[in-house]
């Protein structure tokens, strides 16, 4: 059963710190995006790549937000330094992107998250 | 720009009853639109999607929805509620993007759903 892997589940960290989190696409799947939800401000894209290039950041505070894929199985989300009100659940979702709209799946299959608390 | 809008932040029903989860639309061009589950602690999954064709969609679960051109509203439905089904519930559509093809999508508030006994 094909799914996203996203480690760790849980994080609680002191303001400041680095926080790394990680996640690992769908086999196979070549777009990835990083989401956070909050209750206040409901689902947020952050970015989100296509073969492992960036396509779209705009939603990322880029003072202290950073997202990468080193290679197409790990796509990870950085946070130097964390602050309270970057507390969240994190979300990655991958997908297939086929080059015609008509046939492309468009489906995302998403993570369990990543919760984060920083005190 | 592209925007979805779910007007209610809570749907009771009681099980068995018919469920409406609304939403509405506002995107150029045709629209590309779809509908997610969050359980409790999980992340969304998908349920149906609308790309062209046929105005009712069926998807997982038992549920469908509804797209309307000229109210530009994708409603979900289920004609008999569970227990099981509640959650909350997105609506989104795509956007457009830099190149052709799957691109972010735009994803409403939510809407909670609850199925009483």
């Known amino acids: 059963d094909a799914r996203v892997t996203q480690t760790p589940r849980h994080k609680v960290t002191e303001m400041g710190q680095e926080v790394t989190m990680r996640c690992q696409p769908i086999?196979?799947?070549?777009?990835v995006f990083w989401y956070r939800q909050t209750m206040m401000q409901g689902l947020e894209l952050l970015a989100y790549?296509?073969?492992?290039?960036?396509?779209?950041d705009s939603g990322m505070p880029k003072d202290r937000f950073s997202a990468e894929m080193p290679d197409a199985t790990l796509a990870t989300l950085k946070i130097q330094p964390s602050e309270p009100r970057d507390s969240a659940v994190y979300f990655c979702a991958s997908g297939s992107h086929l080059p015609t709209r008509a046939l492309a799946k468009n489906i995302q299959y998403f993570g369990a998250g990543t919760r984060l608390s920083v005190l | 720009a592209q925007s979805v809008a779910q007007p209610e932040d809570q749907v009771n029903v009681a099980e068995g009853n018919p469920l409406t989860v609304k939403c509405t639309y506002s995107?150029?061009?045709?629209?590309?639109l779809f509908w997610y589950v969050q359980y409790p602690n999980r992340g969304l999954q998908f349920l149906l999607k609308?790309?062209?064709?046929?105005?009712l969609v069926k998807g997982s679960y038992g549920f469908e929805a509804e797209f309307n051109k000229s109210q530009t509203s994708f409603h979900l439905k289920k004609p008999s509620a569970l227990v099981s089904d509640s959650a909350l519930y997105f609506c989104a559509v795509e956007a457009a993007g830099p190149d052709t093809g799957f691109q972010k999508l735009v994803f409403g508030t939510g809407t909670r759903l609850l199925v009483s006994p």
């Open positions: 995107v150029s061009g045709n629209p590309y």
């Open positions: 086999l196979g799947h070549n777009t």
């Open positions: 790549f296509r073969n492992r290039a960036p396509l779209d």
């Open positions: 609308y790309i062209t064709g046929d105005n």
